[in-house]
């Protein structure tokens, strides 16, 4: 029996995996627009007790599932040693696996060493799930995300140079009206510069309202129509210069579903948002009840 720390999240890539709790909560938990690990307080639970709960998971995806995804929030920020006896705990537990991943941000990459990484690697840990938000070093302090583009691009190129894939997230409407432009042209720009494997849109989200987010926002914030949010992500798309990167936006938060491959499908991504443009009246607001 396992007995999650709710509330549990996962990526959409991860419906099918076994997840193991091996963090509560997030080691930051400081971002203005997240409020998914605002009810726990962050530690990292003992090795013994994952030890157990892996051999239980073990039993209970035996046939159902190859893809296992440690959570919580950033279970990257633990040191390498600690990571590699949760990878070797799960790799002699459920044998031959697809891949094993975690959520992670670029400065818990940059703090390891390379050989780390290599390491970390090579004991099946093959996909680190990365929310940069924005490549605009403006709203990222705005959001108070505590990275830049700099230390977005070293952590990702980082991971890479080590043989980790990274599916990356941008948060579509994270900066309103005023930082719109800025948000979609420097959130393309790194991403050119990382070229991950994965990429994805999430929409933010208000579920405690508008004015709980413009508190917790530290500069002007005015919330985009459901068309000023499509226009800000056809410019992000049109500005990409990638190849092979599979792009999807298909988080519950969004407002338009997408997928393709870019470079290849960016003109067919183009034509669906200039679509959803054309059927949505100017003045439609998104909705506020939905939770990243």
């Known amino acids: 029996m396992i007995n999650y720390d709710?509330?549990?999240?996962?990526?959409?890539?991860?419906?099918?995996?076994?997840?193991?709790?091996?963090?509560?909560g997030c080691s930051w938990n400081?971002?203005?627009?997240?409020?998914?690990?605002?009810?726990k307080d962050f530690k990292i639970r003992s090795i013994d007790k994952l030890k157990k709960e892996i051999k239980v998971l073990s039993r209970l995806y035996k046939g159902k599932s190859r893809k296992v995804f440690i959570a919580d929030g950033d279970a990257f920020v633990m040191s390498a040693d600690k990571l590699l006896a949760i990878l070797d705990e799960i790799n002699e537990s459920f044998g031959n696996l697809q891949r094993?991943?975690?959520?992670?941000?670029?400065?818990q990459v940059?703090?390891?060493?390379?050989?780390?990484?290599?390491?970390l690697k090579e004991a099946g840990l093959k996909l680190l799930y990365i929310g940069i938000e924005t490549g605009d070093d403006e709203l990222l302090e705005?959001?108070?995300?505590?990275?830049?583009?700099?230390?977005?691009?070293?952590?990702?190129?980082?991971?890479?140079e080590a043989g980790i894939d990274t599916s990356i997230?941008?948060?579509?409407?994270?900066g309103g009206k005023k930082y719109s432009t800025q948000h979609a042209i420097n959130s393309a720009k790194v991403i050119n510069m990382i070229n991950p494997k994965f990429l994805s849109t999430l929409t933010?989200?208000?579920?405690?309202?508008?004015?709980?987010?413009?508190?917790?926002f530290r500069g002007d914030y005015v919330q985009q129509t459901i068309v000023e949010l499509f226009i800000e992500l056809k410019m992000f798309i049109e500005n990409l210069n990638v190849e092979n990167v599979?792009?999807?936006?298909n988080h519950v938060s969004n407002n338009l579903l997408l997928s393709g491959t870019l470079s290849r499908d960016r003109k067919k991504l183009i034509e669906q948002i200039d679509e959803a443009i054309s059927l949505t009246p100017d003045d439609v607001m998104p909705s506020s009840s939905t939770i990243l």
């Not at 549990?8 to 991860?14: D, I, M, N, Q, S």
């Not at 108070?144 to 991971?159: D, H, L, M, R, Y």
């Open 246 to 249: 599979i792009y999807r936006s």
């Open 142 to 160: 705005l959001v108070n995300k505590g990275e830049t583009f700099s230390s977005t691009v070293k952590g990702i190129q980082k991971a890479h």
């Open 204 to 216: 933010l989200s208000l579920p405690f309202g508008y004015e709980h987010f413009k508190e917790r």
């Open 100 to 107: 094993i991943s975690a959520y992670a941000m670029p400065k």
């Open 169 to 174: 997230m941008i948060i579509n409407g994270l």
């Open 30 to 39: 400081k971002c203005a627009f997240c409020e998914m690990y605002s009810s």
């Open 6 to 24: 709710e509330p549990l999240f996962r990526p959409p890539g991860e419906g099918r995996s076994a997840i193991i709790q091996a963090t509560i």
């Open 110 to 119: 940059i703090s390891k060493t390379d050989q780390e990484l290599i390491k």
